[in-house]
Structures are given as structure tokens and as C-alpha cells.
């Protein structure tokens, strides 16, 4: 009953967070690619806002598929507790009727 409900009438969330998601995982693609080659770099600042703006599913995905910031302290910590932000959110809107 939970996920029938989830799915019904909340199409643009879905659709916002499954954009966060694979921009974000893209990025942290494109970053590592681009930290082999020794070129310009996207910044950790963007890797994180986009993390926590909705994206941060994609970023742990992006960071254990393409082994990217897996040392990082902020990452390391930063993603898991991204993710549980943005599930908390997702929740209250759910919740509070606001999406």
C-alpha cells in the first residue's frame, strides 16, 4: 500500500529526484574521468550541492561504481548522511501533503 501510494500523484518529484540522481552520478563520472587525465576538475562544493540537493543517491552510486572520492572524509561521511537528508525530506513532504 506504502509504494502505491508513493507513486500516485507525486510524478514530478519522481521525476526531479531520478534528475538530481543521474546528473549527479554523471558528474561524479565525468570528475573522475577527468582526475585520470590530469584535467580541469569539477569541484568538490558542486559534487556535494548536488548531492544534497536531491542527488545524493547518484553520488554514492558515482562514487563506489567509478571508485571516485571514496577517501575523501567529506565524502566518505558526507554521501550517507546526504542521503538520509534527503530521504527525511522527501518523507516530510510526503508526508505534510506538499508534493
Known amino acids: 500500500r506504502l509504494v502505491e501510494s ?3 500523484g507525486h510524478r514530478a518529484l519522481w521525476i526531479f529526484l531520478g534528475v538530481m540522481n543521474a546528473l549527479t552520478f554523471v558528474l561524479f563520472c565525468v570528475d573522475k574521468g577527468r582526475a585520470k587525465r590530469d584535467a580541469w576538475r569539477i569541484g ?11 542527488g545524493a543517491l547518484g553520488g554514492l552510486l558515482g562514487m563506489l561504481l567509478a571508485h571516485h572520492k571514496v577517501r575523501t572524509p567529506y ?3 558526507g554521501l550517507p548522511l546526504a542521503l538520509l537528508l534527503d530521504l527525511a525530506v522527501i518523507a516530510y513532504l510526503l508526508q505534510a501533503g506538499l508534493v
Request: glycine share 24%; proline share 0%.
Open 75 to 77: 565524502f566518505r561521511i
Open 44 to 54: 568538490e562544493g558542486v559534487l556535494l550541492g548536488f548531492s544534497l540537493f536531491g
Open 6 to 8: 508513493l507513486g500516485r
